[in-house]
């Protein structure tokens, strides 16, 4: 192997990274985050100026904080890119330790199944579903990300998916940038799925961003979502002016808030802790049986 590359740490890089260390700490809970989060909290500080030179500055700067260790690796994540492990098993023996230990694992009762509601989570961009699928795994909630204009055929799967909870009123808590396109999507897949696929009795429901967000919190603005020539961004400047905010500008902590907190207001909480207290007396039961059967194997 040749020699590694190396970077040169000026005294503006460090202090550039002292920042980045800063927000890291402040967010501790909620690692890994994206390099758009970190970006957007730097900006929001005004550490940085909201530019594209600087987003690809910061880029380069985690890079090299990452391979010289001023930064763990764990820290960031990049949820574009999948790895999909396709290897085998060394021998059977591993395999049949392996099984073991996920015997009777893994059982989640559907804490929702008596509720007057469905509830789906849709979110706009993948590179935020880590933080709404630890918030909505509590509660049975499925995370749905559509990332941009659904095509009929996602929005079919929506309608066939309804037709397991009849009953149940369907409710779509939907979350996405502020921004010509992330404003309209929700009223696009409302006229395909009532006017096109027949879907009636869904309740859409913006939960963010919103318009008060993005005042509340100060929250930096991208001006590149706002291109002249699009009729959506003509159509959305009409209506709030050079407003386009990412949601990935909201805090994290801010952002799981609201997610808990816009499905909570869509529970019987009473029904939902009655359901709880059933999945933990199953759980005993599952967790018996699982030791007698591995009692038993192992004396085999």
């Known amino acids: 192997m040749g020699e590694r590359r190396k970077w040169s740490w000026t005294p503006k890089q460090l202090d550039k990274l002292n920042k980045v260390l800063e927000v ?30 600087q987003y690809t500055m910061l880029s380069n700067l985690l890079k090299w904080a990452r391979i010289d260790e001023y930064i763990p690796w764990e820290d960031i994540e990049d949820r574009v890119r999948a790895y999909h492990n396709l290897t085998g098993w060394g021998s059977s023996d591993g395999f049949i330790q392996a099984s073991l230990k996920r015997f009777l694992n893994g059982y989640r009762r559907d804490l929702l199944q008596t509720q007057d509601s469905y509830i789906e989570l849709w979110i706009e961009k993948d590179a935020l579903s880590a933080i709404f699928t630890r918030v909505a795994a509590p ?11 659904s095509s009929v055929s996602f929005l079919n799967d929506y309608r066939e998916r309804l037709s397991y909870y009849e009953g149940q009123t369907p409710i779509m808590l939907y979350f996405g940038d502020f921004d010509p396109s992330g404003v309209e999507m929700l009223d696009a897949m409302k006229t395909t799925l009532e006017g096109e696929l027949g879907v009636t009795g869904v309740e859409f ?57 816009a499905i909570v207001a869509e529970l019987d909480m009473d029904a939902f802790v009655e359901e709880q207290e059933a999945e933990s007396e199953e759980f005993d039961r599952l967790n018996r049986w699982r030791q007698e059967v591995i009692e038993h194997l192992s004396g085999c």
Do not use: W
Request: hydrophobic content about 40%; charged content about 30%; aromatic content about 8%.
């Open 24 to 53: 890291l700490i402040e967010l501790e809970n909620y690692k890994p985050l994206t390099l758009r989060q970190i970006y957007y909290q730097l900006v929001g500080k005004g550490y940085i100026e909201n530019k594209v030179s």
């Open 139 to 149: 509660y049975t909630v499925p995370v749905v990300v559509c990332r941009g204009f």
């Open 205 to 261: 429901k913006r939960v963010a961003l919103l318009k008060k967000d993005i005042l509340d919190y100060r929250l930096p603005h991208n001006p590149s979502a706002l291109k002249r020539t699009d009729t959506r961004a003509k159509k959305h400047m009409a209506a709030y002016g050079e407003l386009a905010v990412e949601l990935d500008a909201l805090r994290p902590d801010v952002l799981e808030a609201r997610i808990k907190d």
